[in-house]
């Protein structure tokens, strides 16, 4: 390599005028060698390139024009996905504007069905997509369940199958009866009520004619597929058949969520005495985020359970099962728990559906009750509309953080799902008394499935035990020893403090203010009321109509 250093200023113009002409000739004769950029990319393909519409180019042979994929020459077939998902990375789940290049667990989704030409739209469009619970963005769950029309090996006519949705075909609408989840999207747009797919299935249907299905006939794996294509951070666990008018939305009966945190000082006995609280039909505006561009039309919501648990480790042969993946009724009795700060604690809440942010706003008061700033009848104070001002917002406090959430189960009536990790359906497995342990290793789909997993929680333990040996180590280097330092009383002082940053950041936590400080929810300054935001938001919506009206007049004179 020259030394530039001692070239003058008109050298270097000239030697880079040189290099610059060397370039463009270059590329006038086309490159040297053969074209390494992958065929498509998620960007592109989110901006409407069809990965399956491409020419292929080999070396040494003609460029190759390959036949667009005839999806009508093929089955659809209803089913339901139940999706795991580490929302860390994400924006969320929802899919968002087409080409924004934004990553959600959706647009992921939609690339690797489209990928596996399981559907004829990479934007998710033209399949009946639903979902049963819109999640925020670093929110995870271990039980998602979406459903679509996705390409089947049975014959067309064959017995669940249907037909594919023309373009002119409007996407299958339907409307909950009793409260929303917890997205609030479409509430209030279609006044008619449809009846849900389990009234839908019980009709008596008129005789017909199926096609019948060979017996060498075998469906696609859709597990192994989808998650051979997948980001290793989002899985497929099973799929099931559906009735062509399931909604993984307004079919599901409950959502579960769990939230998890380290102890940190918390009072676990008080924070358990305020979760029973939250239990039944209450008024939660307190307890949310507001969007007034939703037509939200009643913020009552039923919780049919709340708790609050130490996270425990269960014997068995997994040494990561605990009772986050674990129903509360199966948790290990201990005779005495103690809670040590670096220890976990786990809030369960169940209910027919939630506001945005309501888990969370209830975690934050939670960890308030559970430092000992506030009362265990705040929930209640907070629910009672009669103890607040008439047309008064929310008292101002802060949400507890994403990442510890996670929806862990969405359910449904029985029945209604038959869920499968292969062909052979699960609940036939059990009801033959086979062996599980056989089926699941002798299955692809699940051996690949559990690798994956484990190969991330070993991922993350390492991480974790590197932040832990650089904890013992800063008190070599600061003190030249570590034998006269217990950590566990430094810690409890810590916790006792505030100093130990916990969900709510209005206890100490994060850069919150201390408890010394500290000023009571139901004395804070409050939020614009419901009304106040959606009086500014008709008339900031009006006001940008106006303006683009304008524009477009302005601009045909």
């Not at 030394?3 to 050298?11: C, F, G, H, I, L």
């Not at 409007?170 to 917890?182: A, S, Y």
């Not at 009966?253 to 979760?275: C, I, N, S, V, W």
């Not at 929680?457 to 570590?482: C, M, N, P, T, Y």
Request: hydrophobic share 35%.
């Amino acid at each position: 390599m020259s030394d530039y250093s001692q070239w003058s200023k008109e050298a270097l113009i000239e030697h880079i005028a040189r290099l610059e002409a060397s370039s463009a000739t270059a590329t006038a004769d086309g490159p040297s060698k053969p074209h390494t950029k992958p065929e498509f990319t998620l960007e592109e393909n989110a901006k409407g390139t069809p990965p399956l519409n491409h020419t292929k180019k080999q070396k040494g042979k003609k460029t190759q024009n390959l036949r667009p994929f005839d999806f009508s020459k093929h089955s659809a077939r209803p089913i339901a996905l139940k999706v795991a998902y580490l929302g860390w990375n994400y924006h969320g789940l929802a899919a968002q504007e087409t080409g924004s290049g934004i990553p959600t667990i959706e647009s992921a989704l939609f690339q690797a069905l489209y990928t596996a030409r399981l559907i004829p739209d990479a934007s998710g469009k033209g399949c009946n997509w639903t979902r049963c619970g819109r999640t925020d963005r670093g929110v995870s769950s271990f039980g998602q369940v979406v459903s679509c029309l996705v390409r089947s090996n049975l014959p067309i006519g064959a017995e669940g199958t249907c037909n594919w949705p023309s373009e002119s075909e409007p996407e299958l609408k339907r409307k909950r009866l009793n409260d929303d989840d917890e997205d609030n999207e479409n509430e209030g747009e279609a006044e008619n009520t449809h009846a849900t797919s389990q009234d839908l299935m019980d009709v008596s249907l008129p005789d017909k004619a199926f096609t019948p299905v060979p017996e060498d006939c075998s469906e696609i794996q859709y597990v192994a597929r989808l998650n051979h294509i997948l980001p290793p951070d989002i899985r497929i666990l099973a799929w099931s058949p559906i009735a062509p008018q399931f909604s993984s939305r307004f079919d599901c009966t409950f959502r579960r969520y769990r939230y998890f945190f380290p102890a940190e000082g918390l009072d676990l006995k008080r924070m358990q005495e305020a979760a029973k609280l939250y239990i039944g039909a209450k008024d939660y505006r307190h307890f949310c985020k507001v969007d007034p561009s939703k037509n939200v039309k009643t913020y009552v919501r039923t919780v049919l359970d709340a708790s609050v648990e130490p996270l425990r480790t269960r014997h068995s042969n997994l040494p990561t099962t605990t009772n986050f993946l674990a129903p509360s009724n199966d948790l290990i009795e201990d005779s005495e728990v103690t809670v040590a700060p670096e220890s976990f604690l786990v809030f369960e809440v169940k209910g027919h559906a939630f506001l945005w942010h309501q888990v969370r706003c209830m975690t934050a008061i939670l960890h308030l009750i559970g430092r000992g700033l506030e009362p265990v009848s705040l929930i209640n104070d907070l629910t009672d509309l009669s103890k607040h001002p008439d047309n008064a917002g929310r008292p101002i406090y802060g949400m507890a953080s994403e990442i510890p959430l996670v929806l862990v189960e969405c359910g449904f009536n029985d029945g209604v799902l038959d869920w499968r990790v292969d062909a052979e359906p699960i609940s036939q497995v059990q009801q033959q008394n086979l062996d599980v342990v056989a089926s699941y290793q002798t299955s692809d789909a699940f051996s690949q499935l559990a690798v994956n997993l484990w190969g991330q929680w070993r991922e993350h333990s390492i991480k974790a035990a590197q932040v832990e040996a650089l904890l013992q180590q800063i008190s070599v280097d600061s003190f030249g020893s570590a034998r006269n330092i217990n950590y566990r009383q430094m810690f409890d002082a810590y916790a006792r403090d505030g100093v130990l940053g916990n969900a709510s950041g209005e206890s100490g936590g994060y850069g919150g203010k201390s408890s010394k400080s500290y000023i009571p929810i139901m004395k804070r300054k409050r939020c614009d009321s419901i009304e106040d935001r959606t009086v500014k938001y008709n008339a900031s919506k009006q006001n940008k109509q106006a303006k683009k009206a304008a524009t477009t007049k302005k601009g045909s004179e």
